[in-house]
């Protein structure tokens, strides 16, 4: 039996997002639990987002997509504008794997892919694939399609190389406002220590999750007692998020993808397991 096997872990991405990881989850026997902390919405003016988007076609010498969430948007924006998604002349970067496979479900396919997936990896990638070619990123005309809440770090990379960067707010990650039911079963099952892992994906969603829990103790609701609950994030910008608000992070993916997520909760428990066979309670 598979230590995960039993342990009820709460899934706190977008409740679009989260059949994946709870897929995943419920075929090792772990039991996850649903509170979304955030929705993705997109922009209330489009009048930016259409004319980046269509500079793909012509002004741009890559496009860069940090999330499937921005994929989605832009793609299904030009399909109801009537562009084909497929007839792009701007190389695509995506922060990883699983932005890339959400783009070629739209019939394209990333030009690169960074073996780090985060910003920095991005940026990185970018640089060597144009050293590689024997020139530099000076002059490239880049489009970030991002969130509107994003690191500035890519932005700051990509122009210190020399690279003209627009940058688009193609969605907006914001607060659920939640069903408050679900709210208050999760919130008696942190008070009662029900919950044995918290799992974050983003620091948008470790964000959201502490004014959830800010809110309810502001309403007279005793603070639940996170010790002993073991914290998991997805990789190091989510767990720095996580510890700057004072969350005590207990796994850290090597890999930051949803596979990876889930990999490091088994080892996590493995090791566990092997802990106690090496130190037996006497």
């Given at each position: ?12 991405r977008t409740r679009e997002q989260a059949s994946v990881l709870c897929e995943q989850l419920r075929s090792l026997g ?67 794997p699983a932005t890339a496979a959400a783009l070629q479900t739209y019939g394209v396919t990333a030009n690169l892919v ?148 889930v990999e490091a909760i088994l080892h996590y428990y493995e090791d566990a397991k092997n802990d106690r066979a090496d130190?037996?309670?006497?």
């Open positions: 039996m598979a230590e995960i096997e039993g342990k009820r872990i709460l899934v706190t772990a039991f996850p639990i649903e509170l979304p902390t955030i929705t993705i919405v997109p922009p209330d003016d489009w009048s930016e987002l259409d004319t980046a988007l269509l500079g793909l076609y012509e002004r741009y010498d890559w496009v860069i997509f940090t999330s499937a969430n921005g994929v989605k948007i832009c793609m299904e924006r030009l399909r109801s504008r009537g562009y084909d998604p497929t007839r792009i002349k701007a190389r695509v970067a995506t922060i990883g960074p073996s780090t997936f985060i910003a920095e990896g991005v940026a990185a990638a970018l640089r060597e694939d144009a050293q590689r070619k024997g020139h530099s990123l000076a002059g490239q005309r880049i489009l970030l399609a991002r969130a509107a809440e994003a690191r500035e770090v890519l932005i700051t990379e990509l122009r210190e190389a020399g690279a003209i960067v627009d940058v688009v707010a193609a969605y907006f990650t914001v607060p659920v406002t939640g069903n408050a039911a679900e709210s208050q079963a999760v919130f008696q099952m942190l008070q009662t220590r029900q919950l044995d892992l918290l799992t974050f994906t983003s620091s948008s969603t470790v964000r959201n999750f502490v004014h959830w829990l800010n809110t309810c103790t502001a309403q007279g609701l005793q603070q639940p007692d996170l010790s002993q609950v073991a914290i998991a994030c997805i990789g190091p910008i989510t767990a720095q998020t996580a510890r700057e608000l004072g969350l005590h992070v207990t796994i850290e993916a090597q890999e930051f993808t949803i596979p990876g997520l130190n037996p309670i006497k």
